[in-house]
């Protein structure tokens, strides 16, 4: 595996004890509900969050111990925590002069996410969608080993949705950027992922595809989450759909 994780923490609310893996360019999401330790779980592998008790192995190498400034991951969180004194481009060159890159490689990741026009602009004069975008175009700008996102899309609504879920699955694997994505929106992870962990409690219930949980849920509450949902054929194309939309 390209990524191995042992997570272990004790919190006063929360006990974490997970292991997580993906393929060299796999898109692994960590799904689960509020409270099930996703977020957690993505700061650790970060090393944004100190954890004796947990592993992080990244292409044969423990980097348990080193700084999250120096794991060489990218990240796009829900605050998106762009720098508000800087311009779209700005901040898109940040960690490319970090890395010790050409500026060239920022302004192929504007054009990657679809908003080079928008390289002069001021971050406070942006919408949600765009805002991601530059979130997005500065986490992938430096060519990561890893690339941690945490419920990206979650202030976006709409066709602005739809379309930045799309641009960032071409990316992914055009890139072949190995990347963990935390979502508790079922679609979402059926669209973008090569792998789920459903999570609870700071636990993995089970791990493969989404397919394969719905067909061959290990237990009740794994067949309790996925209940809402169906899968559907169309056009040959296996789909999935909340029962209450379809007719």
């Known amino acids: ?17 997970a292991s997580i893996s993906a393929k060299k360019g796999e898109l692994v999401c960590l799904l689960g509900k509020v409270g099930a330790g996703k977020t957690t779980i993505l700061q650790i592998i970060s090393g944004l969050l100190e954890s004796e008790g947990s592993q992080v192995w990244v292409d044969g190498k423990n980097v348990s111990q080193v700084p999250a400034e120096k794991r060489n991951f990218g990240f796009a969180f829900q605050e998106k925590l762009l720098f508000p004194h800087m311009n779209v481009l700005e ?37 949600g969608g765009e805002a991601q975008r530059a979130a997005i175009a500065r986490a992938i700008a430096y060519q990561p080993r890893l690339l941690l996102l945490d419920e990206p899309f979650k202030e976006i609504d709409g066709v602005a949705k739809e379309k930045i879920k799309i641009e960032l699955k071409r990316l992914q694997k055009d890139l072949k950027i190995t990347t963990i994505l935390v979502t508790h929106d079922v679609e979402e992870a ?58």
């Open 1 to 17: 595996m390209y990524l191995d994780c042992r997570i272990k923490k004790s919190f006063p609310e929360l006990e974490l004890n």
């Open 91 to 127: 901040n898109a060159e940040f960690g490319v002069r970090m890395h010790g890159m050409k500026k060239e490689k920022a302004i192929e990741a504007l054009e990657a996410v679809g908003i080079e026009r928008l390289a002069n602009r001021e971050i406070g004069t942006l919408s």
């Open 190 to 247: 059926f669209y973008l992922s090569d792998k789920v962990y459903l999570l609870s409690n700071g636990k993995v219930l089970q791990e493969g595809t989404i397919k394969e949980l719905m067909r061959k849920p290990a237990n009740e509450a794994v067949k309790g989450y996925f209940s809402p949902y169906m899968l559907i054929k169309h056009a040959g194309k296996d789909l999935i759909a909340r029962k209450t939309s379809i007719r």
